[in-house]
């Protein structure tokens, strides 16, 4: 199975920063990589697809980036409601498998 | 508006058996594939199973291979999850999601399933 590892694990930041968060693939997984936010007592929500694709209706402060075996999710200004967990996911194969998750949290 | 609906969640003992519903609506039900993704309390989200729109291809993590199956039913727009011999670390929310090539991209809003004596 493709492990996916994102870190950190969690980071503290302030309304207005900028967020960057991995995620590393134990193996080449090409760009068949989503990003996901969840909050608390919901379900998550796609953020971005095949590595860099943004999906409808989510704020372009949201960017992916990478390919291969290393991904980068990066959020600008940060705003309230960008206060959550966000997961990677791995869709090489349709043995799925999610990141850990990484917390960003209000410093 | 696409909306899925779970249902079916529950206390079940261990070595129980429940069955999982999700009733999708808004969307052209058949031409999706479908997935079930879990998360235990407090933990992150894991991949439990996905099926192709017309049901004819299943695919299941090996954590519940052999004791959960995943069909559908396309006339009524509803996707089902078996569960057999249930453990305690089956406990968790469990989401139904729709699959748009590779990702998910819309969700339900989980059933929660504990398996607890």
């Known amino acids: 199975d493709i492990q996916m590892t994102q870190s950190p694990s969690s980071v503290s930041a302030s309304v207005g920063d900028r967020v960057t968060i991995t995620c590393r693939a134990s193996?080449?997984?090409?760009?068949?990589l989503a990003w996901y936010q969840q909050k608390p007592g919901q379900a998550p929500n796609l953020l971005i697809y095949a590595a860099s694709s943004l999906q409808s209706g989510v704020s372009s402060r949201f960017s992916g980036s990478g390919s291969g075996t290393d991904f980068t999710l990066t959020i600008s200004n940060l705003q309230p409601e960008d206060f959550a967990t966000y997961y990677c996911?791995?869709?090489?194969?349709?043995?799925?498998?999610f990141g850990q998750g990484t917390k960003v949290e209000i410093q | 508006e696409v909306q899925l609906l779970e249902s079916g969640g529950g206390l079940v003992q261990p070595g129980g058996s429940l069955r999982l519903s999700c009733a999708g609506s808004?969307?052209?039900?058949?031409?999706?594939?479908m997935t079930w993704v879990r998360q235990a309390p407090g933990k992150g989200l894991d991949w439990v199973s996905t099926?192709?729109?017309?049901?004819?291809?299943?695919a299941y993590a090996d954590s519940v291979k052999g004791r959960f199956s995943m069909s559908r039913d396309n006339s009524k727009n509803t996707l089902y999850l078996q569960m057999n011999s249930l453990r305690a670390d089956d406990t968790a929310v469990y989401y139904c999601a729709s699959v748009q090539g590779r990702q998910l991209d819309y969700w339900g809003q989980g059933t929660l399933v504990t398996v607890s004596s």
């Open positions: 996911q791995q869709a090489k194969t349709f043995l799925w498998t």
């Open positions: 193996q080449d997984i090409s760009s068949w």
């Open positions: 808004g969307f052209i039900f058949s031409t999706y594939a």
């Open positions: 099926i192709s729109g017309s049901g004819a291809g299943t």
